[in-house]
């Protein structure tokens, strides 16, 4: 096990930054998600970990030990990709033997790692089958078993489960955070997929265009997101956004719009005062931390007209056209608004956030 550290990292290809200036502090036996899209350096990162890219400034430590220019073989580090890169004429056990065969170990330890690793896994009764005669699922676990039998410092898993479909990825999710928490060992997880990261990881590194946007727990990440952009990749259904004006000074203010105006709380009026720089602010609040009526609450509220529903099992999303924009907010399946009627949206001011309209960072 290992604590691993990058200190001022970049990656250049050529002229082009693709991780810029990260720092980041994976503790010893924790499970670190890094997310974000496609091109925002995540890859690269990791695979500078791995030894298989060049660093092109700063320094990766293990623990204490600075390991930029170790090679990849001497770094005890395994590694998982989304390609499960099978030997297709060898057995299940023969895969997972491999690394340990290269290493030269005695056959009673490599029959003892495999054994004890496809019990793990559950994929003992397959050892004598071959990769064409397994499922999607069961491939990846030889390929997650092949890097457990190497006992590393550091498991790094490269969006293992993103070609699955839904239902064996949702199960693979839960295989996954078990099989980490019963190892012990630090992992490094990838993905663009905000749902796999919320619901597996210790610690989230959200990052964007090659820079570190927001370091923290799931719940930091989901319920105080640092600017716009982190605020609107994570959460499904996405985060609602809303220009507003912000009207008022002192102890009074509130975000003004064409369909609404709704005060802000007093603690959240004295963030606002520290740090306010414009009289336009993004207003964004999550679809489940709105309600819905069809006659008005008594309260300030958004008013607006439904344009569609959509029945997701056990939750219903309405989508509510404004004047200039359309939002949406989840309630239970038994509502009864029709597409045109009239409606009333309550916000839940202890869950909304207000971004700044210029650069995005979150005064609450």
């Known amino acids: 096990m290992a604590t691993v550290t990058l200190k001022n990292v970049w990656k250049y290809y050529g002229e082009t930054p693709a991780v810029k200036d990260l720092n980041i502090t994976c503790p010893d036996g924790s499970f670190v998600s890094i997310l974000g899209p496609s091109g925002c350096g995540k890859s690269s990162t990791m695979r500078m970990l791995a030894g298989l890219e060049h660093i092109s400034a700063g320094d990766v430590l293990f623990d204490e030990e600075r390991i930029n220019d170790l090679a990849p073989k001497d770094r005890d580090v395994a590694m998982v990709f989304e390609n499960y890169a099978l030997y297709p004429h060898k057995s299940v056990f ?12 005695d056959d009673s330890t490599i029959k003892d790692r495999v054994e004890a690793a496809g019990k793990l896994l559950e994929i003992d009764h397959l050892m004598e089958r071959r990769p064409h005669e397994l499922s999607g699922g069961q491939k990846q676990r030889v390929a997650i078993g092949r890097a457990i039998v190497r006992e590393p410092k550091l498991f790094l898993f490269d969006e293992p489960i993103a070609h699955l479909d839904a239902k ?3 199960h693979m999710r839960g295989e996954i955070k078990h099989l980490q928490k019963s190892l012990g060992t630090t992992m490094i997880y990838v993905t663009h997929d905000q749902l796999e990261a919320l619901s597996m990881a210790d610690y989230i590194a959200v990052m964007h265009d090659g820079e570190l946007q927001q370091w923290g727990t799931p719940s930091e990440i989901y319920n105080h997101p640092v600017n716009a952009w982190v605020a609107g990749f994570v959460g499904e259904p996405a985060m609602n956004f809303l220009t507003c004006d912000l009207q008022g000074n002192g102890d009074k203010v509130h975000l003004s719009h064409k369909n609404f105006e709704i005060p802000l709380l007093s603690e959240q009026i ?15 609040v999550r679809p489940d931390a709105l309600s819905i009526s069809m006659t008005d609450p008594g309260e300030p509220s958004i008013k607006g007209k439904i344009f569609v529903n959509e029945l997701l099992g056990g939750d219903m999303l309405v989508e509510v056209e404004l004047e200039d924009a359309r939002i949406r907010v989840k309630t239970t399946p038994e509502f009864n608004g029709k597409p045109g009627d009239s409606c009333h949206l309550t916000v839940n001011r202890d869950k909304w956030h207000v971004f700044d309209a210029g650069d995005g960072h979150a005064y609450f």
């Open 94 to 105: 023969e895969n997972m033997a491999n690394p340990l065969r290269l290493r030269k170990m």
């Open 168 to 170: 064996l990825r949702a």
């Open 270 to 284: 004295k963030r606002l005062n520290g740090a306010r720089k414009a009289k336009q602010a993004r207003m964004g």
